[in-house]
């Protein structure tokens, strides 16, 4: 497998060789959508709460008598029935909507969207990526210069001139090997890589 290789300045270099099993397997939509649904629900707190009937702050007398007036029958105003009362199964504090997701199960679908994107010509090597000053018009030209507009750019170490200088730029997203992951692969129209990276990528993944 082979993988658009480019300089620092945005000039094509030819191409660079790849990990096949990294770069090269088949598009597995299925595996694909269980990866991003799980990572999705693994980042939420689950803090939502709602109130049952019982601890809704309303009197507990009964409304009105039981028969004789021709209305229905009622308890007490904090009944999941009467507006503003309390929820029959309410959300609790401390839902768990935690996903399983084996290990081989995600780095099968991290290398099946890495090889997508490489199919796509969406993902570019690039030898090295470094800023002398932590300025972040430098490094917008920078990524314009390339030939980027939304870019992930994925380093084997984020050092503070390039954090620094990536972290006020919406379109653009900085992030180490280790931190990489489906969503933000998938969100971004493009994908940079570093070679050292692409090495990184390959113990990992591979």
């Not at 030939?147 to 380093?155: A, D, H």
Request: contains cysteine; glycine residues 8%.
């Amino acid at each position: 497998m082979e993988l658009k290789f480019i300089d620092a300045s945005g000039q094509s270099a030819g191409n660079v060789a790849a990990s096949d099993s990294l770069f090269g397997r088949d598009y597995n939509e299925a595996l694909i959508h269980q990866v991003v649904t799980g990572f999705m629900a693994n980042a939420r707190q689950g803090t939502r709460a709602q109130k049952g009937r019982s601890e809704i702050a309303k009197s507990t007398r009964k409304p009105w008598k039981q028969k004789g007036t021709g209305r229905a029958r009622a308890g007490m105003a904090s009944s999941p029935l009467w507006r503003g009362g309390g929820r029959i199964f309410p959300n609790l504090p401390d839902e768990n909507f935690t996903h399983k997701i084996n290990r081989k199960m995600y780095r099968a679908g991290m290398c099946s969207i890495l090889s997508q994107l490489a199919r796509e010509g969406r993902l570019t090597v690039v030898e090295t990526l470094s800023l002398e000053t932590p300025k972040t018009k430098v490094f917008a030209e920078k990524i314009k210069g390339m030939g980027f507009g939304r870019v992930l750019v994925i380093t084997d170490e984020v050092d503070d001139n390039l954090y620094l200088a990536s972290r006020n730029l919406p379109d653009v997203l900085v992030l180490e090997v280790r931190h990489a992951d489906p969503v933000s692969l998938l969100r971004f129209e493009n994908t940079l890589i570093t070679r050292s990276a692409m090495t990184r990528f390959e113990e990992l993944l591979a």
